[in-house]
C-alpha cells in the first residue's frame, strides 16, 4: 500500500462564465441540501416526536425523533460509496442531479406524510424510509459539490471556488431556523401540529426546481472528461483509492472533525445545554446561533480568497488553533453571560472554525487522485460527519459524568481542534497538487 497518486492528467480549465455558473450550481445545491436536512433536525424535537411515535410516551417519542436524526447520519458512507463511484465512473454533473432530486423528494414527501393518528405507524416508518433517502442523498453531494465547483477553475481560484459550497451549511440551516422561528412565533402549537409543520417540508420543490435549473445547465467538469478520455477512470474507484491512498483517507477525515464536528456541537448541543442546564431562553440560542450563521456569509467567501494566497491547508490550522486556544475562555463566561455576550461568544465561537470550514474542500481536492476524487471526498467526508454526529452525544455523556461541569463541552471542542490541528499540517506535507500538467494559466 502506499499514498502515492498517480501522474496527472493534463487539463484545460472552463471559460470564466462557465466556471461562475458552475460555483452558483454548486453552491445553490448544496444550501438545498443543507435546509432539507436539518430542518427535520430544528422540527424534530418539538413535533415530530408527539406526531408519530406517539404510543412509545414523552420520553419515548423524543427519543424516536433524535434517532431519526441519527439514522441520516449514519447511512451518509453508503451514500458517498454509490455516489462516489458513479461520479468517477459517469460523472459529476450526472450524479448531482440525481442527489438533488432525491433529497428535495424526499424532504417534500415528508411535508405529506400521515401522522400516526391518521395512519397508525405507516407514517413513522415512511418517515424513517425519507430519512434514509435524505441521508444516502447528502452521503453523495458534497463531494460532487465541491469537484464541480472546482474542476472548472484555473488551478490559482480552486481554493475560493472549493468555499463557494461550503456557503450553502449556513445558508439552509439559517433558512431552517427562520422557518422554526416564523412558524412557532407566529402560530399556535396546536395549529403548527395539526397543519402548519408541514409547509417548511414542502419548500423544498419549488426549491428544488430552482437547483435542477442550475445543474441542468451546467456542463461537465474538464478534470472528469480529461479522466475519461485518457481512459483512466478505475473500474473501482473506491478500491483504486483504498489501494493506492489509505493513510491520506485518515488524515482527510481529521483535517475535517473540526468543520463538522463543531456545528454539531455548537448548533446542537450547546442550545440544548444553554436552555436546559444554563437557564438561556431557547429562542435566544436560536436567534444567537442565526447571527452566527449570518456572519458566516461573509466570512466564508473571505477564508476561501485567503486560501487562495496562503493554502488551503494552512487556513484550516490556523482556524483548529484559533477554536483551541478560545475554546476553555467561552465556556468559562458563557456560565453567567447576557444575551449580548452569548451572540458575541456564538461569533466568536464560530468565526474560528469556520476557517477550517471553509478551506476544507481545497485541501481535499490537493489530496486526491482525480481518478478516484469524488470517491475520495465523499468517502472521507461522510466518515467524518458520522464521528461528528456523535459529537452531541458524547459532550451530553461528558456532561453527565462530570456534573455539567463548565469545561466540559471545552474539553470536547479542543480535542477536535487538536487532531484537525495536526491532521491538517500533515496535510499540507502529503498533498498531492493534481493538475500541475494543466494548460497555463
Known amino acids: 500500500m502506499t499514498d502515492i497518486a498517480a501522474a496527472p492528467v493534463p487539463v484545460t480549465p472552463s471559460d470564466p462564465r462557465i466556471a461562475r455558473r458552475a460555483r452558483w450550481a454548486s453552491l445553490v445545491g448544496t444550501s438545498l441540501e443543507s435546509y432539507d436536512f436539518y430542518l427535520f433536525a430544528y422540527f424534530s424535537a418539538f413535533f415530530a416526536g408527539p406526531l408519530f411515535f406517539e404510543p412509545l410516551g414523552e420520553v419515548g417519542a423524543n427519543l424516536a425523533a433524535l434517532a431519526t436524526i441519527g439514522v441520516a447520519f449514519v447511512i451518509r458512507p453508503l451514500g458517498a460509496i454509490v455516489f462516489g463511484h458513479l461520479g468517477d465512473r459517469i460523472g459529476r454533473r450526472t450524479v448531482l442531479i440525481v442527489t438533488i432530486t432525491m433529497m428535495g423528494i424526499a424532504t417534500g414527501l415528508i411535508g405529506v406524510l400521515p401522522t400516526y393518528e391518521q395512519a397508525g405507524w405507516l407514517g413513522a416508518v415512511l418517515l424513517v424510509l425519507l430519512r434514509v433517502l435524505q441521508g444516502v442523498s447528502l452521503g453523495g453531494e458534497w463531494g460532487g459539490a465541491v469537484l464541480i465547483a472546482t474542476e472548472h477553475e484555473t488551478r490559482a481560484r480552486r481554493a475560493f471556488a472549493a468555499a463557494m459550497p461550503q456557503l450553502g451549511s449556513p445558508i439552509g440551516s439559517i433558512l431552517a431556523a427562520v422557518a422554526f422561528l416564523w412558524l412557532t412565533l407566529s402560530l399556535t402549537s396546536a395549529e403548527i401540529a395539526e397543519w402548519a409543520w408541514r409547509v417548511p417540508f414542502l419548500t423544498a420543490i419549488p426549491l428544488l426546481a430552482l437547483s435542477l435549473y442550475l445543474r441542468l445547465a451546467i456542463t461537465e467538469t474538464p478534470?472528469?472528461?480529461?479522466?475519461?478520455?485518457?481512459?483512466?477512470?478505475?473500474?473501482?474507484?473506491l478500491a483504486a483509492l483504498l489501494r493506492a491512498q489509505p493513510v491520506t483517507i485518515v488524515v482527510a477525515v481529521g483535517v475535517a472533525l473540526l468543520g463538522i464536528g463543531s456545528y454539531s456541537l455548537m448548533n446542537t448541543y450547546t442550545i440544548n445545554y444553554g436552555a436546559a442546564v444554563l437557564g438561556f431562553d431557547y429562542y435566544e440560542l436560536l436567534i444567537a446561533t442565526t447571527v452566527g450563521g449570518l456572519l458566516q456569509l461573509v466570512t466564508i467567501p473571505l477564508f476561501g480568497a485567503w486560501a487562495t494566497r496562503i493554502g488551503s491547508g494552512l487556513v484550516v490550522a490556523i482556524g483548529a488553533l484559533g477554536t483551541f486556544l478560545v475554546a476553555f475562555p467561552i465556556y468559562y463566561f458563557l456560565q453567567d453571560a447576557s444575551f449580548g455576550f452569548l451572540v458575541g461568544m456564538m461569533i466568536?465561537?464560530?468565526?474560528?472554525?469556520?476557517?477550517?470550514?471553509?478551506?476544507?474542500?481545497?485541501?481535499?481536492?490537493?489530496?486526491?487522485?482525480?481518478?478516484?476524487?469524488y470517491s475520495a471526498l465523499g468517502f472521507s467526508y461522510a466518515l467524518a460527519a458520522?464521528?461528528?454526529?456523535?459529537?452531541?452525544?458524547l459532550t451530553g455523556a461528558l456532561g453527565a459524568a462530570t456534573g455539567n461541569a463548565w469545561w466540559h463541552p471545552a474539553i470536547v471542542l479542543a480535542s477536535m481542534s487538536i487532531i484537525t490541528l495536526v491532521a491538517s499540517l500533515v496535510a499540507i506535507r502529503i498533498r498531492v497538487d493534481r493538475d500541475d500538467a494543466q494548460t497555463p494559466e
Open 223 to 237: 478534470v472528469f472528461t480529461a479522466v475519461k478520455d485518457a481512459g483512466r477512470a478505475p473500474r473501482i474507484p
Open 386 to 393: 458520522v464521528v461528528a454526529g456523535f459529537v452531541p452525544a
Open 348 to 373: 466568536v465561537g464560530g468565526i474560528l472554525p469556520t476557517m477550517s470550514w471553509a478551506a476544507l474542500g481545497g485541501i481535499f481536492t490537493e489530496l486526491f487522485d482525480e481518478r478516484y476524487r
